[in-house]
């Protein structure tokens, strides 16, 4: 008990101890925004993985749509509903 009561009056210790609670809760950069932040950054790049993987696939379409005036034809048709003058078109749609 006395080596307890000995350090707590030391000033370097008190002095130790109130820097180290005022970095872990008070201070803005604080370990429990440093850890929600790293867990953010964790999510994003997990983001940035799937988003980069997504626009390697529609560059390659892209690529072959541009290659191929068939492709082109057959995808401005079905998705911009684009027909010729002498055609008719019926859209069919589920429920």
Do not use: C
């Not at 080596?3 to 210790?13: E, G």
């Not at 101890?17 to 994003?44: A, C, E, G, P, T």
């Not at 072959?64 to 401005?76: C, D, I, Q, V, Y």
């Amino acid at each position: 008990m006395m080596k307890l009561i000995k350090y707590s009056s030391n000033f370097y210790v008190l002095a130790t101890l109130v820097f180290l609670f005022w970095m872990i809760f008070i201070d803005s950069n604080n370990l429990v925004n440093h850890f929600r932040l790293s867990h953010k950054l964790y999510q994003l790049e997990d983001q940035k993985e799937f988003y980069l993987e997504k626009k390697g696939k529609i560059t390659a379409e892209r690529e072959e749509l541009m290659s191929n005036p068939e492709l082109l034809e057959k995808f401005a048709r079905e998705r911009y509903l684009m027909k010729k003058q002498t055609e008719d078109l019926y859209v069919v749609v589920e429920k």
